[in-house]
């Protein structure tokens, strides 16, 4: 979500509502939830939710594998949907949110509780982007930028949720190698 609006190729546009009918640009934009009037990045984590649900059962490197699949799948799509948009890192654009989320998710406690200590701790990483994920922001660009700074800010949040695990004695990646 960075705050440089970069221009793009107009000749790889989609005109007017073209956009709409790409599966491209609806993956992008988290199946519509990036569309939001308020808070896009919010709705689109709130839609990482089902599917991080949906993966919860499978075993920690299966989980893994689909996350880093969806990052280097978002590269491409955060791209692509960037130059239908005509401007680097529009805010509708939230398949990095969905990625983020569920990197801060891995390995996490079972519950509703750990879901939502997860949603806040994401969001907030991501709003108020600590070093270096200010800088890879404002720095990298493309889809790979439009993907990392939402990858540091699952990072940090995974980091924090697994340290809360840790000290409130729930079962977690640390604490099971530990």
Known sequence: ???????????????????????????????????????????????????YLL?????LWQYMAIVLA????GVWICEVAARQLGVH????????EIIGFLITMIAAPVGWLWIVIGFVLFRFFDIV????????????TGGMGIMLDDVFAGIYALVCLQLLALFMGKTSFISSIL
Not at 18 to 47: E, N, R
Not at 89 to 96: L, N, T
Not at 129 to 140: A, C, E, L, M, N
């Open 89 to 96: 890192d529009d805010p509708s654009i939230v398949w990095d």
């Open 70 to 73: 969806g990052f280097i799948i």
């Open 1 to 51: 979500m960075a705050n440089s609006k970069r221009s793009v190729d107009p000749n790889d546009q989609p005109q007017g509502k073209d956009k709409f009918k790409s599966p491209i640009y609806w993956l992008a934009v988290g199946l519509g939830s990036g569309l939001a009037p308020k808070a896009p990045g919010t709705a689109g984590t709130l839609v990482a939710i089902p599917l």
């Open 129 to 140: 982007k600590p070093w270096p994920i200010r800088t890879i922001d404002q720095r990298v």
């Open 55 to 59: 993966l919860n059962g499978l075993l």
